[in-house]
């Protein structure tokens, strides 16, 4: 497996929950393990990121509502979404990168240039 698998995504009403899974190989699964998102007509957005010392970083947007995590020993990480919005509609994509040194700090950073490997994402669909 080089590529990540996406899967959890689906339909359900405002204020429901999901909870997306990403799963890597031994590669493939690095340091930093985003979420990025691409709703329809917009250009893809990064949504949460995470790196091995558990530290997160979370687009606005999302604060208080999601949660990433991640499992290394399943090379695995997940996007815990609560209280969704009809805006959090789109199709949301897993990705991992190195870690990189940003201002004498190595960070993990949302941003899509920093990602090598991606997945084919899964599509969430907020509708009433």
């Known amino acids: 497996q080089d590529q990540l698998v996406e899967s959890g995504g689906g339909s359900v009403e405002p204020g429901g929950s999901l909870k997306l899974s990403c799963v890597a190989s031994?590669?493939?699964?690095?340091?930093?393990v985003a979420w990025f998102r691409q709703a329809p007509g917009k250009e893809r957005e990064g949504v949460a990121v995470?790196?091995?010392?558990?530290?997160?970083t979370y687009a606005d947007s999302v604060k208080g509502r999601f949660t990433i995590s991640r499992d290394e020993a399943k090379f695995a990480a997940y996007l815990q979404m609560n209280n969704l919005k009809y805006e959090d509609t789109g199709m949301y994509y897993c990705a991992t990168g190195p870690i990189l040194l940003s201002d004498g700090i190595f960070r993990c950073k949302l941003a899509e240039s920093k990602y090598v490997v991606w997945g084919q994402g899964t599509p969430v669909n907020v509708s009433s």
């Open positions: 995470i790196d091995t010392s558990e530290t997160t």
């Open positions: 031994k590669i493939t699964y690095m340091n930093c």
